[in-house]
Every structure is written in C-alpha cells, then in structure tokens.
C-alpha cells in the first residue's frame, strides 16, 4: 500500500458526460501528479500540483482540468468524454520539489474509466 | 525531449533463469532513473531508483546501474520467480523544474515453472 489512495475505482460512463477523479496523497507529501495508462499511448503524465499551484503540464486536453485543494487532495475533472479518453489514471505523489528529479513518486491504484 | 526505450515485451522464462531488460534514455541534465513495477490489476510499485551516474539501485534481487557513458539502466536479476511475473517500466524523471516522469513502453515478464 503506497498510501495513495483514488476514487472510484472503477467508472463507467457515456460519451459527451463529465466526471469527476480523485486522490489524496500520502500524508505530508505536497505534490501531486496525474497519469494516463491507455493501451496506445502507454503512461503519459498529465499535470502536476504543488502545493496547491500548477507546476508543470504535460499532454492534457483542454478538455481535462484539476485542481489541488488547501487540504492537498486532487481532483482530475474529465469533460466531453470521448471513446478515446477510456484509459487508467493514475495519481501519484511526492514530498514537494526540493529534492528535485531524485524525488520518488508513489503511485495509487488507478481509477479505471471506460466510456461507452 | 526526454525519452525511454524499453525492449519489446513479452520476455517468458523459466523459474530461477537469468532476467535482463534493457532500457536506454534520452535526456537533458541529470535525470534520476526508475524502475517500476505493475502487477495484474495494481498500480505502480517501485522498485529501484539511481540518481546519479556510476549508482546502482537494488531492491528483492534486482539490480540496475545508472551508466550515463551509454545513458542506460537495464533491469537484472539473478534468479527470477514466478511472482516476479509483472510490467516492467523503466523511467526518468524531468530535470527542467517539476518532476513528472517520462516512462518506457513497459515489458511484460512472465516466469513459468
């Protein structure tokens, strides 16, 4: 048990819908980063949160925005969901940013979305 | 950018073989460079981790060295078994100011008795 955890686990949804991902890091860590695993394009990372501010962003759609709250936990919002966007996303988290590249994320179990 | 290439999958062996899996990178700066490990249904676990060159991660009888001459950390262990069968992921993690890591392909193990 990494001490990430994400919720739900599982989600099933309809084209054109919107939904709602959510983590809660490991106590104390203050980053926040999100994944994507789909069977095309591998693990890609979507976007990251420290400490409540956007650090960095990678191949997110516009269509996909997160937030990191005061009390650290994340959400990942997914809109205009389309057949492509079905995948497992991953949540991870780190201690913060001082120790750089060297930092060791520690990743949830995934909220696998299916969208029919 | 950075980038991480990962041998093509699936490797099949038998119980206490020998296990390699390359990895070779990419990247600007001084990456720090991973291994990962998903088991059917989890998430990611790690495994080991080197962050610097000449460093050797190990972890349950694995081991990698972080060789920055031919940018690579291939994955061995002596002696593998059949709960070692999982997705391997190599990775390296942003040097550029976030830390978002940038992973291979994966390779599929599957050890047989």
């Known amino acids: 048990d990494s001490g990430v955890t994400q919720t739900p686990k599982h989600l099933i949804t309809a084209t054109g819908q919107r939904v709602t991902l959510r983590c809660s890091p490991r106590?104390?860590?203050?980053?926040v980063y999100w994944y994507q695993q789909s069977l095309d394009q591998g693990l890609q990372f979507l976007i990251q949160?420290?400490?409540?501010?956007?650090?960095a962003k990678g191949n997110i759609l516009e269509r996909f925005s997160a937030q990191q709250f005061p009390d650290l936990h994340s959400e990942l919002n997914l809109s205009s969901l389309e057949l492509g966007d079905s995948a497992l996303y991953f949540c991870?988290?780190?201690?913060?940013?001082?120790?750089?590249?060297?930092?060791?994320?520690?990743f949830g179990p995934g909220t696998r979305l299916l969208v029919l | 950018g950075n980038s991480v290439t990962q041998m093509e999958g699936p490797v099949t062996l038998s119980e206490e073989a020998f296990l390699t899996i390359n990895c070779t990178y990419t990247?600007?700066?001084?990456?720090?460079l991973f291994w990962y490990v998903q088991y059917p249904g989890e998430g990611l676990q790690l495994l080991l981790k080197?962050?610097?060159?000449?460093d050797k991660g190990s972890n349950k009888g694995f081991e990698a060295t972080y060789r920055k001459e031919t940018t690579s950390f291939h994955l061995e262990k002596g002696s593998v078994q059949v709960s070692d069968s999982a997705v391997y992921f190599c990775?390296?993690?942003?040097?550029?100011?976030?830390?978002?890591?940038?992973f291979g392909t994966g390779t599929q193990l599957k050890v047989e008795l």
């Open positions: 949160y420290y400490n409540g501010e956007e650090r």
């Open positions: 990247a600007t700066g001084y990456p720090s």
């Open positions: 106590s104390g860590d203050l980053s």
């Open positions: 990775a390296l993690s942003d040097t550029g100011g976030g830390n978002k890591l940038t």
């Open positions: 991870a988290s780190s201690v913060g940013l001082a120790g750089g590249p060297r930092e060791t994320q520690y």
């Open positions: 080197a962050t610097k060159a000449d």
